[in-house]
């Protein structure tokens, strides 16, 4: 029997491995290399390309105009997006060993990569917050999830945080099963990107240190400090180049947060006064729904915290892109669990909202693109419902973690 289980596993890993591969050559054939693009993509492929091949420091201005010529053909111009260098030296691990494929073959490798972990996410999600779907739902929220427009966006820019989202749901889904040390390393690679969760880390990592799960915090801060001081050994003056390239991120890059829109597009009446105060007051609420969550009966509102801490880390952060909002799933897939389990009347609303905010995002984004470059007001629609919604059915929430048992 066991010899059986396992030439069944063989089987299905196989299988798995060849639909892979025909999916990766189709997507090269038919979509990489007739149709160049993928440009967060190529932003790491150029820098790295330029560090491993030519030598040049992957933060400096030289591995800048490679990749701008990669993308341009030519050096950006002002108000152009630069398409710096501006994450850890350590993602060299993800990212450095493509510079060796050819970029589109690199590219189509990379989004399959980035579907099959958006893929993973979803499912650990699904466990995490115990929802139980019958086979054509489940088919369903996975199609939604891969073209549900930031996620879509990100496959074909190539966005990382597709990554992010896997590391984030797989932490949670790691220390649910009590595998803390595994759960901390996992996160690790979400510090990739650490606009992604330069607040949801520290939360973390606060509720394990209340909570004495001192091997999350060990696998985490261990394995962070191995990569930074490797990192180190290779490039000494990585961290350096790095800060300095993050203090000038809003120089060379495209793009706003959404309070920001908000008070110097929508109401512009508002100002950096009103900006600051406006974040003032998120961060306080946010704080706020941390004590809830770190109290020693606080564990029921972990989830719910955590939806807090994600919405408003999109909403503050100095720089955002609809592709951040991804790890934005792990609250919106409970609240769909939370619909649903609430009977028929549930689920028809579930699959309306789903089926308005496929069509609806999409739709908004196709009614006011300019060029090949998304709007603002992209940045609004689902931080804002998912805010609104947390805020306002708190209490409805609360009680399905209890009922659900939707516990770390």
């Known amino acids: 029997m066991v010899t059986m289980d396992r030439k069944q596993s063989w089987l299905g890993l196989v299988l798995l491995l060849t639909v892979a591969i025909i999916y990766t050559w189709a997507t090269w054939r038919y979509f990489t290399e007739p149709l160049p693009g993928g440009n967060d993509f190529l932003t790491h492929y150029g820098a790295w390309e330029a560090y491993l091949k030519y030598g040049l420091n992957p933060y400096s201005d030289e591995a800048a105009l490679h990749t701008q010529m990669a993308i341009y053909g030519r050096p950006a111009k002002p108000g152009e997006d630069q398409n710096r260098m501006v994450y850890p030296f350590y993602s060299i691990l993800l990212h450095g060993p493509f510079v060796y494929i050819k970029y589109s073959l690199a590219r189509a490798i990379y989004m399959t990569l980035l579907q099959a972990a958006l893929l993973a996410g979803v499912v650990m999600t699904l466990d995490l917050v115990r929802w139980r779907l019958p086979g054509w739902l489940l088919a369903l929220v996975l199609a939604w999830s891969l073209l549900y427009y930031p996620a879509a966006r990100g496959v074909i820019l190539g966005q990382f945080a597709l990554f992010g989202f896997f590391a984030s749901a797989g932490s949670l889904f790691l220390l649910k099963r009590g595998k803390d040390a595994a759960g901390g390393v996992l996160l690790v690679l979400a510090t990739f990107k650490p606009t992604l969760v330069f607040l949801v880390i520290p939360f973390l990592l606060l509720w394990a240190m209340v909570r004495r799960r001192w091997r999350f915090e060990a696998g985490f801060l261990i394995t962070l400090a191995v990569l930074t001081l490797g990192s180190l050994w290779v490039l000494p003056t990585w961290i350096g180049d790095w800060l300095f390239r993050i203090g ?37 609420a946010m704080l706020w729904a941390w004590w809830r969550a770190l109290r020693p009966e606080g564990d029921v509102e972990l989830h719910w915290a955590l939806g807090v801490t994600l919405v408003i880390s999109n909403l503050i952060v100095s720089r955002s892109a609809t592709t951040n909002y991804v790890l934005m799933f792990v609250t919106t897939l409970w609240i769909f669990a939370a619909l649903d389990r609430l009977g028929r009347g549930g689920r028809i609303a579930l699959l309306v909202l789903m089926a308005i905010s496929l069509v609806g995002y999409w739709w908004l984004h196709l009614a006011t693109v300019v060029g090949n470059q998304e709007q603002p007001i992209l940045f609004i629609p689902w931080p804002l419902v998912l805010g609104l919604l947390l805020c306002l059915g708190r209490g409805w929430l609360l009680q399905d973690a209890r009922q659900a048992q939707v516990l770390p």
């Open 248 to 284: 000038r991120y809003s120089e060379y890059t495209v793009g706003q947060s959404p309070v920001w829109l908000l008070t110097n597009i929508a109401i512009p009446s508002l100002g950096q006064v009103g900006e600051w105060v406006v974040d003032g007051l998120l961060v306080a």
